[in-house]
């Protein structure tokens, strides 16, 4: 059981309340909840009614949020002196998100009616949580540069490097080295936060390279544990917006191994209780990079990081293959016509088309996970360009089991850590099949948009949703939008291949300074496609519609029906049925009928959708 005492120190450093006064605690202590989670119990659910708010005492809670398809999206991890649903006090809309404990946790509850009944305590409250919301918003609304400037409060910290000394915001995370990269790289607009996954794996690399320093005497356990801990939270969804720089950079990555070293630096400073910027006792250099180098730290930040980046994109285009394979059997029945260089062929079921563009996309699973596989291989303890200077001989071996700990993949270290410095061929190989993907997405894009032509000049097979509409002349226009943005996304994932080709060509000696413009490519391209498959899937595929009666008709009225009546009635009459519909325009359907070759019930019976289905 609690003190008031202990709650009081506890409430006292909560964001919340700061400005009251004493009396203003008291009453506070006196109403303020308890409350204790077991792991995996819910604070609060999304589209609930918010009550209250939720002060973090011990343990920790994780937000979350639905996507779309019903998947769970992690947002973040909050744990002691955090609060969550402080928008109570703001608006009467349900919890956008959903809380729930990770592990046995402590909160105290302060619910809404309470600020109801004390006015003074409310406003005070009410100012502070309006900062926090606008803070939050803006630091999730925009990933630019001054993402931090909503701390700032006029304070600077001196800094110094090779080029000389510069004024630090005492806010900022980051140092003197990222400043110089964000003046020195506006190229993208694009920064490194923009793709957690590449956040997450440079906290990786950084806690496996302290923790094996730790562990060969070479780091201090303080220092080594306050990094690692630094890490952690970063791997909780935490402080990613001081990861600034532009993905598109020169220096080999260099920029954003020192944007990683200096934002955990200055985090585990103060979780040693120093100020930011006191290197010290947290050098973002001699500790942080302890054994490490640009050239082996960021590429094996980059692999994990594509490596997991994968399962992501495969997620999104299981979707759209299941997605796929429901419009097949919805059209199992629906018959028309099959085409070849744009002419008629052989009947078919519209089932068959859909069913055959899930095949196809089902293949790139296989292609995308095996040339993923590539990335496992990294070169952590190779330094400045294979040799390992500067870092202990045992060093590889002992970074990497921590690697494959802290990440849960079967890393391996390259054979020849010299080789594998200076090679890209993995992200090739990777990029190569992304590539393959999106001109397969391409390729069945084409295909809606020919299947849906018209509506009465056109094939109009299909229906495709109707989206918006289609020009800002001619009324009642609408055009096939989903399936042309995901043709133009594909054309911009060919380009980014060649960039990564060309990219890869120009390595020289011994490192290859074009990474950043490849691992940007191949961040693009998989962020693209993942966008416009779920687009593609719940913009389009799955509101799609068959014109199952002009299909039939088409089949009908087409010369190459003749096809399928060939093991029938034989090559020469159906020749001379092909030529005579030719000539007269008559269909090939009526003249079989009118002729006496086959009875109706015959004839329907061959154009049945299961003859259509021939399978060996």
């Not at 416009?532 to 389009?540: K, P």
């Amino acid at each position: 059981m609690l003190t008031k005492a202990e709650i009081f120190q506890f409430i006292n450093k909560i964001e919340l309340f700061f400005g009251c006064e004493q009396e203003e605690f008291d009453v506070l202590i006196d109403h303020i909840q308890k409350k204790t989670l077991a792991p995996g119990d819910m604070l609060f659910i999304e589209g609930t009614a918010r009550k209250g708010i939720f002060f973090i005492y011990t343990g920790e809670v994780e937000l979350v949020k639905k996507t779309r398809s019903g998947e769970e999206m992690h947002l973040a991890v909050f744990s002691k002196y955090d609060f969550l649903g402080e928008g109570s006090l703001m608006e009467d809309s349900p919890h956008s998100t959903s809380a729930r404990a990770l592990k046995e946790t402590k909160v105290f509850v302060m619910e809404t009616e309470f600020f109801n009944r004390h006015a003074t305590i409310a406003v005070k409250v009410l100012s502070r949580t309006a900062n926090v919301i606008s803070r939050r918003m803006r630091q999730t609304a925009t990933r630019v540069v001054n993402s931090a400037a909503q701390y700032e409060s006029g304070r600077t910290r001196s800094e110094h490097d090779l080029l000389g000394d510069r004024q630090v915001p005492h806010e900022y995370y980051y140092g003197i080295q990222t400043m110089r990269a964000v003046e020195n790289f506006n190229i993208s607009g694009v920064p490194l936060n923009f793709f957690p996954h590449l956040v997450n794996a440079l906290a990786m690399v950084k806690m496996g390279a302290a923790k094996a320093n730790r562990q060969l005497g070479h780091l201090e356990k303080p220092i080594a544990d306050a990094i690692v801990q630094a890490c952690r939270e970063i791997l909780n969804a935490r402080y990613h917006s001081y990861f600034v720089v532009d993905m598109i950079q020169g220096g080999a990555g260099t920029s954003t191994n020192m944007n990683a070293n200096e934002v955990i630096a200055n985090m585990a400073l103060e979780i040693m209780g120093y100020e930011k910027g006191n290197y010290k006792y947290c050098h973002p250099n001699n500790h942080v990079n302890l054994s490490q180098s640009t050239n082996d730290a960021y590429p094996s930040a980059v692999k994990i990081a594509l490596f997991n980046s994968n399962k992501d994109l495969i997620k999104v285009l299981g979707r759209l293959i299941d997605a796929l394979k429901v419009k097949a059997r919805e059209f199992a029945r629906v018959l028309k016509m099959g085409r070849t260089q744009l002419q008629d062929a052989v009947p078919m079921t519209l089932g068959q088309t859909f069913e055959a563009w899930g095949v196809t996309l089902k293949e790139e699973i296989q292609r995308l996970e095996e040339n993923a596989q590539l990335f496992l291989e990294i070169n952590m303890g190779a330094t400045a360009i294979g040799t390992g200077i500067n870092a202990d001989p045992r060093y590889s071996n002992i970074v990497l089991a921590y690697l494959q700990e802290i990440t849960g993949l079967d890393l391996k270290l390259a054979e020849n850590l010299v080789e594998a410095t200076q090679d890209t061929g993995a992200f090739v190989m990777y990029s190569s099949a992304v590539k393959r993907l999106a001109i397969k997405l391409s390729k069945i894009c084409n295909d809606l948009r020919l299947l849906s032509s018209g509506p009465r000049a056109g094939l109009n097979e299909i229906n495709l949703p109707a989206m918006q509409p289609g020009s800002s002349i001619m009324p009642g226009k609408v055009n096939p939008v989903i399936p042309e943005v995901v043709n133009q996304i594909a054309y911009k994932v060919i380009g980014n291949d060649l960039t990564v080709t060309l990219a890869s060509e120009a390595g020289q000696l011994e490192l290859n300074v074009m990474e950043p413009v490849i691992v940007q490519s191949l961040f693009e391209s998989m962020e693209m496609l993942k966008n416009g498959m779920d687009t593609l899937n719940f913009r389009c595929i799955e509101g799609i519609s068959a014109n199952e009666a002009h299909c039939r008709a088409q089949v009908e009225n087409s010369i190459g029906l003749v096809t399928a009546l060939n093991p029938v009635l034989g090559y020469e009459i159906c020749t001379q049925l092909a030529r005579e519909a030719l000539e007269t325009g008559g269909s090939v359907y009526q003249l079989v009928l009118a002729k006496e070759l086959l009875s109706r019930e015959e004839l329907d019976k061959l154009l049945s959708p299961e003859n259509m289905i021939q399978r060996p």
